[in-house]
């Protein structure tokens, strides 16, 4: 077993562990999610063995490729943007996607899955022009909206916190969306929210699923 992957991920453990007690949290209750858009299968096996037992793969293309390479078991998630052409095959890959932002992605899916999809919905908390997700003021109209949609299993809320500055903000309206959304009814179990940089914040802030790769996966 890769010695630098198996200690990368007793050190993220101790991380959200020091983290959630800060805040009086459970650590277990923290999710982390293996984000293996630079790792290649024998790595993600190493992962696996590591205890991880979520990956999330950005492009539906590569997911093929080592969804058939990796021989380990593991729920695989998509964590990067679902263009509509890709739909059929993600259904196939996926047992979540996280980054549902717009009714032109949902119609697809409720059309071809032959089972209810587990999603979390993607939220833009940032502002910035560059990032994909429903805007802040318009995520529980959405909601409202894919709550008709009987293939579309809301499972809760992503975000992806700002390129540049402090990610507290952003993750704090995350959880504010989060707990309104339960409020009105809606079965919000995921807060998907924390990369390697400011998974730490984003645990502080509510988040009990985090998305890590260059911490695992770096040498």
């Known amino acids: 077993m890769n010695k630098n992957i198996k200690e990368n991920v007793e050190r993220i453990r101790d991380r959200v562990a020091l983290s959630a007690r800060r805040v009086k949290r459970d650590p277990d209750s923290i999710i982390i999610?293996?984000?293996?858009?630079?790792?290649?299968?024998?790595e993600i096996e190493e992962c696996i063995d590591a205890g991880i037992r979520i990956i999330g793969e950005n492009r539906v293309q590569d997911a093929e490729r080592k969804i058939i390479a990796v021989k380990k078991e593991a729920e695989w998630h998509m964590?990067?943007?679902?263009?509509?052409?890709?739909?059929?095959?993600?259904?196939?890959?996926?047992?979540?996607?996280?980054?549902?932002?717009?009714?032109?992605?949902?119609?697809?899916?409720?059309?071809?899955?032959?089972?209810?999809?587990?999603?979390?919905?993607?939220?833009?908390?940032?502002?910035e022009e560059s990032k994909f997700g429903v805007k802040p003021q318009d995520a529980l109209d959405f909601?409202?909206?894919?709550?008709?949609?009987?293939?579309?299993?809301?499972?809760?809320?992503?975000?992806?916190?700002?390129?540049?500055?402090?990610p507290r903000q952003s993750f704090k309206l995350l959880y504010r969306l989060f707990c309104d959304a339960r409020e009105l009814g809606f079965n919000m179990k995921y807060l998907s929210m924390g990369?390697?940089?400011?998974?730490?914040?984003?645990?502080?802030?509510?988040?009990?699923m985090i998305r890590v790769g260059r911490a695992i996966f770096q040498k």
Not at 33 to 42: G, I
Not at 149 to 159: Q, V, W
């Open 33 to 42: 999610v293996a984000a293996v858009k630079n790792a290649e299968p024998d």
């Open 143 to 166: 909601l409202q909206r894919i709550a008709r949609f009987d293939k579309i299993n809301l499972r809760g809320l992503m975000t992806i916190g700002p390129l540049v500055g402090d």
């Open 195 to 208: 990369m390697t940089d400011d998974f730490e914040i984003a645990i502080e802030e509510g988040s009990n």
């Open 79 to 127: 964590i990067g943007h679902l263009q509509t052409n890709k739909v059929n095959k993600a259904l196939k890959l996926f047992s979540m996607v996280q980054s549902v932002n717009n009714l032109h992605l949902v119609e697809p899916i409720q059309k071809r899955a032959y089972k209810p999809l587990d999603v979390l919905v993607e939220v833009n908390t940032s502002s």
